[in-house]
Structures are given as structure tokens and as C-alpha cells.
């Protein structure tokens, strides 16, 4: 059975910095992509970020680009999202989910999230 537990989420000022993580477990974590799915209030899902199984290759929206930071630990099965100078369009609740970017429309592999609140 797939288990995906996001922690790590808050309230936090425009600028301001936090850290996502998502342990994973029932599956072979280190084989698979993963994403990082958002959904702000009154919008649909969006992915953020994606990460190659080895780590080694990562990618954003162009609206994070350069502020989030994608990782993984492969050892401890743990899924990570670094989040820099925060603004009010990132709030939201993330998401982390098994598979690559099209998993964004597909609930089943998600956890059940973490609510960021970016907020003056």
C-alpha cells in the first residue's frame, strides 16, 4: 500500500523560506519520479517541481524556477521541497505524488498534503 506523508507546510511572510518533506513508503521510492503537485484555492492542480528517480534531473514551472529547490534522499525514502522568497501566489496545498508530471491528474498517488499560507 502507497503512503505519502507531507509535513513541513505553515504560515509564513512574503520572502519568507520553507521546507517540505515527504516520506514515502509501499513502493520502491527509489525507482520512481516525483512530483511536487500544488492546488491554491479556487484552482485546479498544478505541478511544481519533478524529480528523476536517481536525482539527477529536476524540473519547475516557470514560476519557481530559481526559488524552489527540488530533492531527494533515496536512503530514507524522503521527498524534499525547499521553498525561498515566498510570495501570496504560492499559497496553497501541496501535494508530493509517485510519478512523473501527468500524475497531477491522478489523486490516488498523492499524499494528502501540507497547507502552505503565504500571507502579510
Known amino acids: 500500500q502507497i503512503q505519502l506523508v507531507e509535513s513541513g507546510g505553515g504560515l509564513v511572510h512574503p520572502g519568507g523560506s520553507l521546507r517540505l518533506s515527504c516520506v514515502a513508503s509501499g513502493f520502491a521510492f527509489s525507482d520512481v519520479y516525483m512530483t511536487w503537485v500544488r492546488q491554491a484555492p479556487g484552482k485546479g492542480p498544478e505541478w511544481v517541481s519533478n524529480?528523476?528517480?536517481?536525482?539527477?534531473?529536476?524540473y519547475y514551472i516557470p514560476s519557481v524556477r530559481g526559488r524552489f529547490t527540488i530533492s531527494r534522499d533515496n536512503t530514507k525514502n524522503i521527498l524534499y521541497l525547499q521553498m525561498d522568497d515566498l510570495s501570496v501566489e504560492d499559497t496553497g496545498l501541496y501535494h508530493c505524488?509517485?510519478?512523473?508530471?501527468?500524475?497531477?491528474?491522478?489523486?490516488?498517488?498523492w499524499g494528502q498534503g501540507t497547507q502552505v499560507t503565504v500571507s502579510s
Open positions: 524529480i528523476s528517480p536517481s536525482g539527477m534531473s529536476t
Open positions: 505524488a509517485r510519478g512523473t508530471t501527468s500524475v497531477v491528474s491522478d489523486r490516488a498517488n
